[in-house]
């Protein structure tokens, strides 16, 4: 290639430097589009756009685009736009990001739309208190959800036991696990080890004490002795082989196909119930959910139904009346409700969740969440923005932190709850 | 010129030790199976059912599943196609802006004098050392602002302002290379700086602008912040976006599908991989090239 | 072109030796070809530096207006910020560590590619392909199946006679160094280089050593490796930087956690942690500022090292 070439080559560039600039510098969505933030899967995606289709086939006149990324990237772009103003008016959220986005008023007050625009007779009485800050309604649950154990019913047939009933408690679980690892020869664990989730598992096991993880006030709501208590219930599990042990529970960690369950090191998977669909495509075992032990005599069952799921209007945008009508379709017109289904958790319109039909594991999903709303472990949900404050990421890190101290053999329990005091202090402190 | 010239003479000599050779086609294939494992492992992958990839880490899937490329091409709603095309468009762009502002800027730092050139090579440095999460913001203000989001300028002009001062330093210190003997002559031969930079270090930083426009091109290709944050809507679309939209931590995640698409999408940077490669190589005596 | 021209013009019409060229500066030229950059710098870049600069003495949330704090973000991070000490020791094992071997990793690839033998783009393509998959979720999953329990390097392991060995990724104490060795794997991008480097060199300086009968060491000490040192330093300069904002092999590794017991917790992690999980983008900022200087030092350092051992065919300029 001589110098002309290359020149020649240069200018060709060029031009095609220009090409995209000016034929696709432009989005094919139109002005004024009403925009839907959403995170999930693509399935999810495309249930998004049949739910579009539906809706605005009875409103000619609006349009919907659809802005959607996975998990992981979603809160990060949904972050710059809001602080730039120019967030979608729709906006998609996870339970812990709610009160995040609500405190720093980005979410509008859907009360104004709460019995005219918005249709809320058909929910649960309690429905509308949780997504309370102050004394705006900043978010509404998509759907239903409640913490569960999945549990392998093959496997644990083949080892000859049977699943628990409902009501049993944190030592009926102990022993379970144990006689279960000890029945299989070892060859899988009773149980996994989720010792470290905070939301799912810890809290749990202190509202039946009585306690909460956090106060009113912002500040803890337990002390070392539970924190103890918790730490070395784990410990005799871990050292009876009851569960798995700490190398093991960190290959195991993370998403649904990296679960023990699907690996095959324990018999069952705890986490938000409605993971049994996602389980499902994973396994050919029959899955089924268990509601988690409760302690003897406690008052409470601390497994209240709460959605992981949230829905909130951006408060700087125009169309918050388009958007109300909108959550309204899919909330209560038989076919919004129909075509989300138990996607987002199990519709809130008690109504609409009694005449839809699901498919197997989402109908097993849906059974289990009204069980747990109805039945005799029901319990009341916590409002979001007691239950995350704003240093709560920092005090979960903190508690993971304690918790694999002592899985590792680092740390004695008491020394860990000691450091997970001062750390967890310290971030509520600096942080309200 | 200079390149044409050099491989011949060391490339004769090896040819004298069959033995010697034999062995360093046995190491040279050895280290390259441990490079292909990864690509082994997500053709595999890509070809097993959702339930086998995580639960069986050998090679060999039980059966062919052909159906995750299927599933995966359509699985947005309009083909991968368009992904790819609009990925190609965006990294020749970008490839192009590197290379024209990137290499004017490394000339100037390289070889013209000019008043605090050793303070402005800092700033240049210093620009590629600021983690970008926090000039995302103000960033996405200023394009915001300027009715930018959700189109590729935000990704393509700032290429064309050489603000990618890696490659700036990448030319640079191949400009540093070239003896400069030849200039000095052109210069009592009256040529002007422009000139010299078209026809002398533009055609002796061959290998280097070769270089730049590879990794330009790869790096635009697997980028997948910047475009998620910019773009919005799905017929813009690159490959890094459509591929993580296959991926949902905590839901229903395509693995099958994801994993054969990725699959596709190393096929074009393979291709630009060697197409790069033989233009570094090309003008090289083929005779040397026998073994 | 236009302006291109008159420069041309303007030099052609000074009459001038060779020495005094070399004194001479030449303002106009150099900011001519300077401009885009200058551009770029003044609207693009330093806008949004100075802006960040501004955040982290401030306490901002993303979703409200900036607070002004002072130097608080700096001093809590320093006192009272256990997170942000562990997170510079990782990035600091995993620059020190990880630079060196990769770059030995990719000079002894490319030296070896450098010769005359069959295969050669395959070869090269093959080497690169690590490179290429950089980033990929698919890696993250590879990774976590080949430093598994009952993943490929434990079979082998035991293979060779090594009894139960653990969890690489899971465990705290080794979670690290399969990072690390992930970066050397990706060793193809200053590899490249180094062809290209090999590349430019000129042939008359062998074909003039081969007369005065220098063998092959000879010839590599004395020619070879002095005429790379400018590419040596440039992928040293380049990968140092780059490896003190490595974010994307430990966060899709340890999904955005830094775990197991923060063994992974990059800096630029903690980092994009405190800005987009937390929303705390002012200490993130601060702590981004912090990062600039520590990358800084070190490239400063290796800069003023450069001239012992760095060989500039422009005299040093």
Known sequence: ??????????????????????????????????????????????????????????????????????????????????????????????????????????????????????????FPPDYLSIGVDGDRLTGLSYGDNAFGIVYDEDRLAAAGKTPLEPGYS????????????????????????????????????????????????GTLGFDEADLIGWLDYWQLMRDEGGTTPAPVTAEASGSFERSALIRGFAPNYITYSNAIVSMQRLTTSRLRILPLPV?????????????????????????????????????????????????????????????????????????????????????????????????????????????????????????????????????????? | MWTSRHATSIWSRTRAVPGKR???????????????????WMIASSLKAENEIFADPGLVPSYIEIQNYIEGWFSLGQPFTGFF??????????????????SMAAYAFARLRFRASGFWFAIMLGTIMLPYHVTLIPQYTLFFNLGWVDTYLPLIVPKLLATDGFFVFLFVQFIRGIPIELEEAARVDGAGSLRIYLTIILPLLRPALVTGALFSFLWTYNDFFPQLVYIS???????????????????????????????????PMIAIFVFFQRQIVEGIATSGLKG | MRTGRTIERADVTTPHSKISYRDRRQNLPAHLFLAPWFIGLIVLTAGPMLVSLYYSMTEYSLLTDPQWVG??????????????????????????????????????????????????????????????LAGSVAIAVLWRQVFGLEGAFNVVLTGIGFDAPPNWIGNPDTALYTLILLRVWEFGSPM?????????????????????????????????????????????????????????????????????LDSTLFFTLYLYQEAFTNFRMGYASALAWVLLAVIALFTAVSFLTSRYWVHYDDGGR
């Not at chain 1, 004490?209 to 006030?217: C, S, V």
């Not at chain 1, 680092?410 to 509520?428: H, M, N, Q």
């Not at chain 3, 280089?193 to 090999?198: K, N, R």
């Open chain 2, 22 to 40: 034999l062995l360093l086609h046995l190491s040279l294939s050895a280290g390259a199976l441990l490079m292909l494992y990864p690509i082994a």
């Open chain 3, 71 to 132: 130097l608080r973000n700096y001093e809590r991070m320093i006192l009272a910020d256990d997170r942000f000490w562990a997170s510079m020791g990782v990035t600091l094992r995993y620059v020190v560590i990880g630079v060196p071997l990769q770059l030995a990793f990719a000079l002894a690839v490319a030296l070896l590619l450098n010769r005359g033998i069959r295969g050669l783009t395959a070869y090269r393509a093959l080497y690169y392909l690590p490179s290429l």
């Open chain 1, 170 to 217: 944190w030592d009926d679980f102990l022993a379970f696990s144990v006689d279960l690892t000890r029945a299989v020869g070892g060859d899988f664990w009773g149980t996994e080890d989720r010792s470290a989730s905070f939301d799912s598992m810890f809290k749990i096991w202190l509202l039946q004490q009585g306690k909460t993880t956090f106060t009113d006030d």
């Open chain 3, 192 to 260: 490249v280089i180094f062809l290209a480097g090999l590349r430019q060199i000129p042939a008359e300086y062998y074909e003039a050593s081969a007369l005065d009968g220098a063998g092959k060491f000879g010839q590599f000490f004395k020619i070879t490796l002095p005429l790379l040192t400018p590419i040596i330093f440039l992928n040293l300069i380049l990968q140092l930087i780059n490896a003190f904002q490595a974010f994307n092999s430990a966060f899709i590794v340890s999904e955005g956690t830094g775990g197991p």
């Open chain 1, 295 to 432: 302690h003897g005599g406690a008052q409470r069952s601390g497994q209240s139904v709460r959605g992981s799921n949230w829905v909130g209007l951006f408060a700087l945008a125009d169309e918050l009346g388009v958007a109300a009508d909108f959550l309204n379709f899919v909330f209560n017109d038989p076919e919004g409700a129909t075509i989300l289904g138990a996607e987002l958790g199990a519709p809130p319109n008690r109504e609409l969740r009694a005449i839809l039909t699901y498919p197997p594991p989402q109908q097993h999903f849906i059974d289990y969440i009204d069980f747990m709303s109805q039945g005799p472990l029901r319990d009341a949900p916590v409002p979001l923005s007691i239950d995350i404050p704003p240093a709560f990421n920092d005090v979960n890190a903190a508690f993971e932190t304690a918790v694999e101290e002592v899985r590792f053999g680092r740390r004695s329990s008491s020394e860990a709850a000691d450091w997970f005091f001062r750390t967890a202090d310290r971030a509520l402190e600096t942080l309200q």
């Open chain 2, 85 to 102: 095309l609009n990925s190609l468009l965006l990294c020749t762009a970008v490839v192009a802006g590197n290379l024209v502002s990137c």
């Open chain 1, 1 to 122: 290639m001589d110098r002309r070439d290359f020149l020649r080559l240069g200018l060709a560039s060029l031009g095609m430097m220009t090409l995209p600039m000016t034929a696709c510098a432009r989005s094919s969505t139109p002005e004024g589009a009403v925009r839907v933030a959403q995170f999930g899967s693509a399935g999810r995606m495309r249930i998004f756009r049949d739910l579009f289709s539906a809706f605005t086939a009875r409103h000619p006149e609006v349009v919907l685009a659809l802005e959607s990324a996975s998990n992981s990237a979603y809160v990060d772009k949904l972050a710059t736009q809001v602080s730039s103003g120019n967030a979608p008016t729709v906006l998609g959220l996870q339970y812990s990001s709610l009160p995040t986005f609500a405190r720093q008023n980005a979410l509008a007050d859907l009360r104004q739309f709460v019995g005219n625009a918005l249709d809320t007779s058909a």
């Open chain 2, 233 to 267: 809507d799905t017929g813009l679309y690159t490959v890094p976006l459509a591929l993580r939209t296959l991926l949902d931590t905590t839901g229903d995640s395509a693995w099958g599908p994801m994993l054969a698409m990725s699959t596709l999408s190393v096929v």
